[in-house]
């Protein structure tokens, strides 16, 4: 696929299984994270599927942001395909327990990020009337759980703006997909719990998660659908769970 894409978040979990498999399919990439040792690692593996070039910045920061867009490599420039994925929880707190750090985070990263991005690319996506938006949502931005309040309120948000950016990209032949994860065993839960491993792999116990490769599989499956078709909206879960707070765990 003679094609561009930007990843955010692409130094773990989702974003790195997504560059992967864009790799194997020939799609020229552009990987974005803050960790810069993950991102040298990838460009070397990767670059041997593809042509890669790497950013280091983070979502939150509006000027790094700016600037390291404005810093692509000229043949990396038309990008086809923006992934906004780049987001975590940090903390599960009740309302009145919640540490107002974490909420900033969240809100900073998962919605401001994901604005600032695509704020830089959109442009010259409407410029060449073509372009493809997949927005890394959650089961959170769909129903909200104890103690999960602003990072489902960030989700939500995510969901909210997919859906106006349909509206609003209409015009332009631009596509924009969302896609809705339940439970994934990624870093996310070391991030959510700042580290504790022992908290992070119970969340993951007794069940089979999903694993990052199957959310991977989806979203290429979504770009690589013909150019009239748009895939709103998926959510996926893992088969052992009907719900954010409802998970069939092995009994033992
Ligand atoms: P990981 O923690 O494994 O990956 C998160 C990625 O986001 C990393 O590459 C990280 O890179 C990047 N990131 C985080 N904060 C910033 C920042 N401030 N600036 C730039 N990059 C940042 O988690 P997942 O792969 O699971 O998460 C990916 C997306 O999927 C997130 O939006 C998450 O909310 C969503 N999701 C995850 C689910 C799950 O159960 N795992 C379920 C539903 C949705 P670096 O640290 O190098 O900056
Ligand atoms: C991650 C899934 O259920 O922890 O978005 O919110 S959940």
Same mark, same amino acid.
């Given at each position: 696929?003679?094609?561009?894409?930007?990843?955010?978040?692409?130094?773990?979990?989702?974003?790195?299984?997504?560059?992967?498999?864009?790799?194997?399919?020939?799609? *020229?990439?552009?990987?974005?994270?803050?960790?810069?040792? *993950?991102?040298?690692?990838? /460009?070397?593996?990767?670059?041997?599927?593809?042509?890669?070039?790497?950013?280091?910045?983070?979502?939150?920061? *509006?000027?790094?942001?700016?600037?390291?867009?404005?810093?692509?490599?000229?043949?990396?420039?038309?990008?086809?395909?923006?992934?906004?994925?780049?987001?975590?929880?940090?903390?599960?707190?009740?309302? /009145?327990?919640?540490?107002?750090?974490?909420?900033?985070?969240?809100?900073?990263?998962?919605?401001?990020?994901?604005?600032?991005?695509?704020?830089?690319?959109?442009?010259?996506?409407?410029?060449?009337?073509?372009?493809?938006?997949?927005?890394?949502?959650?089961?959170?931005?769909?129903?909200?759980?104890?103690?999960?309040?602003? %990072?489902?309120?960030?989700?939500?948000?995510?969901?909210?703006?997919?859906?106006?950016?349909?509206?609003?990209?209409?015009?332009?032949?631009?596509?924009?997909?969302?896609?809705?994860?339940?439970?994934?065993?990624?870093?996310?839960?070391?991030? *959510?719990?700042?580290?504790?491993?022992?908290?992070?792999?119970?969340? %993951?116990?007794? %069940?089979?998660?999903?694993?990052?490769?199957?959310?991977?599989?989806?979203?290429?499956?979504?770009?690589?659908?013909?150019?009239?078709?748009?895939?709103?909206?998926?959510?996926?879960?893992?088969?052992?769970?009907?719900?954010?707070?409802?998970?069939?765990?092995?009994?033992?």
């Amino acid at each position: 696929m003679n094609k561009t894409a930007f990843i955010t978040g692409a130094t773990s979990g989702i974003g790195r299984a997504t560059a992967s498999i864009f790799a194997q399919n020939n799609i *020229r990439l552009i990987l974005c994270g803050r960790r810069k040792d *993950r991102l040298e690692e990838l /460009q070397i593996t990767l670059g041997k599927l593809t042509e890669v070039t790497t950013l280091s910045f983070d979502v939150s920061n *509006r000027k790094e942001v700016e600037n390291a867009i404005k810093s692509i490599p000229e043949n990396f420039k038309q990008i086809d395909i923006l992934i906004n994925n780049a987001g975590n929880a940090h903390g599960l707190s009740s309302i /009145q327990n919640g540490d107002i750090n974490d909420w900033e985070a969240m809100l900073d990263i998962n919605v401001k990020g994901l604005l600032y991005v695509s704020k830089a690319i959109i442009p010259q996506m409407i410029e060449r009337n073509n372009g493809f938006i997949v927005n890394i949502g959650s089961i959170a931005g769909k129903e909200v759980y104890a103690n999960g309040n602003v %990072y489902c309120a960030s989700k939500h948000a995510v969901n909210a703006l997919n859906k106006s950016m349909r509206l609003d990209l209409n015009n332009y032949n631009i596509r924009v997909s969302a896609i809705h994860p339940g439970a994934v065993e990624t870093e996310f839960s070391e991030v *959510r719990f700042k580290g504790d491993t022992k908290k992070a792999a119970a969340v %993951y116990d007794g %069940y089979d998660p999903l694993i990052a490769k199957d959310i991977a599989d989806i979203i290429y499956f979504v770009i690589s659908r013909p150019s009239h078709v748009n895939i709103e909206d998926l959510v996926v879960y893992p088969t052992a769970q009907a719900s954010a707070s409802v998970i069939r765990k092995n009994k033992e």
